[in-house]
């Protein structure tokens, strides 16, 4: 048996590593580059829920306020013997509360209370229809609300309206 010899592989030559050099850091920058950009996107989704979750807490305040200043005026037209006044043929006069009537965080909003009145005669007693309007809101315009010029991006506003009623006889007296 003969006996052969392995023939010795030639080389080809120097491997052009050059040619691959770069791609590594093009791919680095990449990606870096994106998780700017989502951590960009992040912060300004998470300013933004904060904004507004800031501004959810001051629309519950300025509401809370605008409930006061209904009951007030509620109080005013059911209970004006207990306020020592006779009771209302007509409406109260506009009253506007400052900012600083109302104690910690609420007192960051004023309100105005309006009322308008319905009379009307039934069975020889008057029913009067009180219509209570309550507006607060965090940036007032000469002490009042509503401020329609506000430029402010944290303004806030609440308007409530509701209507009640008394009754009273030919005598004044309650029914």
């Known amino acids: 048996m003969r006996r052969t010899r392995p023939v010795p592989l030639r080389s ?65 037209i059911q209970n004006p013997e207990d306020t020592g006044a006779a009771p209302l043929a007509a409406c109260f006069a506009t009253q506007d509360f400052p900012k600083t009537t109302f104690d910690g965080a609420q007192g960051m909003f004023a309100v105005r209370v309006t009322c308008s009145l319905t009379n009307a005669v039934e069975s020889g007693n008057t029913i009067r229809i009180f219509q209570l309007t309550a507006v607060a809101c965090n940036d007032p ?33 309650v029914c």
């Open 12 to 76: 080809r030559g120097p491997v052009c590593i050059a040619a691959h050099s770069g791609f590594a850091l093009i791919a680095a920058i990449a990606i870096l580059v994106i998780l700017a950009a989502l951590g960009g996107f992040i912060l300004s989704v998470t300013a933004l829920r904060d904004q507004s979750a800031g501004l959810d807490i001051l629309g519950t305040r300025a509401l809370n306020v605008t409930r006061a200043g209904i009951e007030w005026g509620m109080y005013r």
């Open 141 to 173: 315009a000469a002490g009042a609300c509503p401020n329609n010029a506000s430029a402010s991006p944290a303004y806030v506003e609440r308007k409530i309206t509701v209507l009640t009623e008394t009754c009273r006889t030919a005598a004044n007296a």
